[in-house]
């Protein structure tokens, strides 16, 4: 069971505020026609940049200040010895979401109905009632089985509390039906998604599992402590909460400053969060409050956020084509993106970090900065630009004061709901425009209270009350992107041109440079291998990638020495294959690259992810003798973890135990019929034993259950051309075409299969609009 210094009890709530989500570890799949990897290798980090001691002058009779030196690694201390000295400080913590954040369960801490309570949700019944002074939920376990389970503790006050049960093995997993505070109601978090003891989501999975996907962030001084050896984890931490140390660093380096009033760097801390530059507090934050993959059990205080996490891009899946949040992503991703980062602007500017309240109520919090004045009154943000206007008046918001819409968060926050009932903000602080919303599907202030004709009449107004104001600017990110994912005329040159845009930030360019795959050309090879030196290490991470499949390996050696980790690893994956022919001077760095990514690896063994990748790098290295033992392994810490079947399915087919393989394969699709992934692999098994007719149905069948999936749709028109059915294959790519105008390969092929099948003109039409969109994609010659 976890462990801990401190059980203390904490003292009652004092006011409704955000959880902190669990999803934490996004897992996406890279689908490749005779391969599948999860894209999990890419966790990296970044070095520590901390502020250097800068040297005292002295007059010449005089002896030179010494400079500020630094002691051993600090340690963790009891937290309340803090209090003494920050009194100011601990009253605003004591009661607020952060000092709540994970509790004991026990009667002053549970805020649930368990007096014998029954509910039913996703054709399953739990029923919550109490039992020798403890907390006990009756429900399905991962067997289907109902059986009771004690909960361990608590997480978050409002406006819902969850449960934590222990399972075993030091096990937590997080209880999927939570406490509505506000309606004192039992709800489920997936209503209406068929979440029973089969579903990946259900709370017995490892998806749910807290000691990797919560604590951390839960807690102060937290580390999983996975044993793989005996899949057992024997998780500590200094103490429930998010305490002074979650956010300082450990402070027994701090309390001798205290005691001798000693020279210390930032008092004997590892970080000053009041550095004049705003990265250290904002990365501090974004450890918890962003859409991220941890690299270690851990962090280490004084490093950089990709040091010890990765962070994640815009991607389709999480965020809208503007930037704005979609899926669970925090708050980080979308303020990386807005003019207050860029303008220096700080979360402690807006939040007390302490009470976790904002620092002045209603607009209070904007008008520090914009004001009739014209000017900000908080240091350190650059105020240029800033204009000298009434935004807190009916003339600026357009909507009665007091009444909703005239708060700056209304149109400029806008936000959504998750975990059924926590309200999130968006922190990109973006300008509403309902009719360019309305053009690239996006969410908007406007739109979301005015619907149908009350929203084209708003959408009308707004245009007047915009046309006054609108000067000629570069190219929009958003529209760009939009032409670029939608494959429309001049998406290559948008791609590119947003790409030379020297204002542009860090996390969009990211996002754009993971786009370069279907726009290649010279001039798309030149913009990733400038960023290669850019100075976001993001972005560097990004371009790494980006330019994998292009750049000859002697040209990306020198990478192998970045001093991001990310990048270093990055490029050790991609040089593998040369590193083992030799790589001359770079075979040193090359070697320790891929240690370290080895290493990453190895420190999420509790993860059947993190499982496939080594066995991945094993088969790549050479080191063939591991690579089952860690694919099975993946499969029994995640049975539902596909990828890990498919590549073990293939591994054992190329070794000569094709039966093996199709009696595990098979087995699989008769547990699970509607997974994909696993039609799409049999269907790939198939054509491999020469068996393309006997195929066909399964490839079929994946490109139905999953049609938004370019790759199974793809695969399906080859077959099909191969088996002569050409204009069914020619009808698949059509269909193909119409959701994704901007796959090569499909676009590709169904020319080719025009061209064959005596329809030239179709083929010049395909042919002219690829032109429009990348003229320099070398396929066209």
Not at 187 to 192: A, D, E, Q, V, W
Request: glycine share 8%; net charge neutral; with cysteine.
């Amino acid at each position: 069971m976890p462990t801990h210094k401190n059980k203390a009890a904490q003292p009652p709530p004092d006011s409704p505020a955000p959880l902190i989500h669990r999803y934490l570890f996004p897992v996406t799949i890279g689908l490749l026609l005779v391969a599948v990897a999860a894209i999990g290798w890419f966790l990296f980090s970044r070095s520590p940049v901390l502020p250097k001691p800068v040297p005292v002058s002295a007059p010449a009779a005089q002896p030179a200040k010494p400079q500020p030196v630094a002691l051993a690694p600090a340690k963790m201390v009891d937290e309340q010895q803090c209090q003494g000295c920050h009194s100011e400080q601990t009253k605003d913590w004591q009661g607020s979401h952060h000092q709540l954040a994970m509790q004991p369960a026990n009667a002053e801490t549970m805020l649930g109905d368990f007096n014998n309570v029954t509910f039913k949700a996703e054709n399953e019944t739990s029923r919550f009632s109490r039992k020798d002074d403890g907390f006990w939920v009756n429900t399905p376990g991962i067997d289907g089985k109902n059986a009771d389970f004690k909960v361990a503790y608590t997480f978050g006050i409002a406006p819902l509390q969850q449960y934590l049960i222990e399972v075993g093995g030091g096990r937590l997993q997080a209880l999927g039906v939570a406490w509505d505070t506000e309606k004192h109601r039992w709800f489920h978090l997936y209503p209406g998604q068929g979440v029973n003891f089969k579903n990946p989501l259900h709370w017995s999975k490892p998806s749910q599992n807290a000691n990797f996907m919560c604590v951390e962030c839960h807690t102060t001084g937290y580390k999983r402590n996975f044993d793989a050896a005996k899949n057992t984890f024997d998780s500590q931490w200094n103490s429930l909460g998010v305490g002074c140390q979650a956010c300082h660093g450990p402070a027994s380096n701090h309390l001798e400053w205290t005691a001798k009033k000693t020279d210390l760097i930032h008092a004997g801390f590892a970080v000053d969060l009041k550095d004049k530059d705003a990265t250290v507090e904002i990365e501090t934050c974004a450890r918890c409050h962003s859409r991220r993959a941890p690299l270690d059990d851990g962090y280490t205080v004084g490093k950089r956020l990709m040091d010890d996490y990765l962070p994640s891009p815009l991607t389709r899946e999480l965020y809208a084509l503007d930037g704005k949040i979609k899926d669970e992503v925090f708050e980080h991703g979308s303020f990386a993106q807005s003019k207050m980062f860029d303008k220096g602007v700080r979360c402690s500017n807006c939040h007390n970090p302490h009470s976790t309240e904002l620092k002045a109520p209603g607009n209070g919090v904007c008008l520090q900065c914009h004001n009739s004045a014209g000017k900000t009154s908080v240091a350190g943000v650059d105020g240029k630009g800033l204009q000298a206007k009434n935004y807190d008046s009916i003339e600026h918001t357009r909507h009665t004061m007091g009444q909703p819409g005239s708060q700056c968060v209304d149109c400029h926050m806008p936000g959504k709901f998750y975990m059924g009932n926590d309200f999130r903000h968006d922190h990109s602080f973006s300008i509403p425009n309902p009719e360019r919303a309305k053009k690239l599907g996006t969410p908007d202030a406007c739109l979301t209270c005015h619907q149908g004709k009350a929203g084209d009449k708003v959408t009308e107004q707004f245009k007047l009350w915009s046309s006054s104001s609108q000067v000629p600017t570069a190219p929009r990110y958003d529209e760009s992107l939009w032409l670029i994912r939608n494959g429309q005329p001049g998406a290559a040159q948008a791609l590119y041109e947003q790409l030379q845009r020297s204002n542009l930030p860090a996390i969009q360019r990211a996002t754009l440079l993971g786009e370069l795959a279907l726009y290649p050309s010279e001039q798309a090879l030149k913009l990733a291998t400038k960023d290669l030196g850019n100075s976001a290490p993001q972005v560097r991470e990004s371009a790494v990638r980006a330019i994998s499949a292009l750049l000859p390996p002697p040209e990306r050696a020198p990478l192998l020495k970045d001093p991001v980790k990310a990048v270093r690893i990055g490029a050790a994956r991609d040089l593998l294959g040369a590193a083992r022919n030799g790589l001359g001077s770079a075979q040193a760095n090359s070697e320790a690259a891929i240690a370290e990514y080895e290493s990453v690896q190895k420190s999420l063994l509790e993860r059947a992810e993190a499982n496939l990748n080594l066995a991945m790098l094993y088969q790549a290295s050479g080191r063939s003798g591991e690579v089952e033992a860690l694919l099975r392994n993946a499969l029994k810490l995640d049975p539902d973890f596909y990828p890990a079947l498919v590549t073990l399915v293939q591994w054992l087919e190329a070794n000569g135990r094709g039966q093996e393989a199709q009696t595990l394969l098979a087995q699989s699709l008769q547990e699970h019929p509607d997974a994909a992934l696993l039609q799409h692999t049999q269907g790939l098994s198939l054509v491999r034993a020469g068996k393309s007719a006997q195929a066909m149905p399964a490839l079929r069948k994946a490109a139905q259950l999953e049609p938004q999936n370019g790759q199974y749709g793809y695969v399906l028109a080859v077959a099909l051309h191969d088996s002569g059915k050409v204009d069914d294959a020619c009808a698949e790519l059509e269909r193909l075409l119409k959701i994704q105008p901007a796959n090569r390969n499909a676009r590709l092929a169904l020319i080719q299969y025009y061209l064959h099948n005596g329809q030239e003109p179709k083929a010049q039409v395909l042919l002219q609009d690829w032109k429009k969109m990348n003229t320099g994609d070398p396929a066209l010659k």
